[in-house]
């Protein structure tokens, strides 16, 4: 199973659920896969990734590579790789 894909849902699904959004489904289909690469590609722009300067570099490092291991997740769902729309490669 996709450990990393999991946990990244259910953590969304716990603060989705504090404001009453919908919850995050695990990725079955195209589209799916599409909203999850979009909240990733706003959770990996830097002022996210740093919690606008509020964490060390050494944090924010580790968040990105659990990030990462989650987009190569749902990328291995998708069928294959997606460039994040703003020029980065993941």
Same mark, same amino acid.
């Given at each position: 199973m996709m450990k990393a894909l999991q946990k990244w849902?259910?953590?969304k699904n716990?603060?989705?659920a504090i404001f009453d959004i919908a919850p995050v489904v695990f990725p079955k289909t195209t589209e799916q896969?599409?909203?999850i690469f979009e909240s990733?590609?706003?959770e990996l722009s830097p002022e996210n990734l740093h919690c606008d300067g509020e964490? *060390? #570099?050494a944090a924010a490092r580790r968040k990105e590579k659990i990030l990462r291991k989650v987009w190569a997740e749902v990328e291995y769902v998708y069928g294959g790789p997606r460039a994040e729309y703003e020029g980065? *490669? #993941?």
């Open positions: 849902i259910d953590d716990r603060w989705q896969c599409i909203a990733l590609e706003g964490i *060390t #570099v980065f *490669t #993941v």
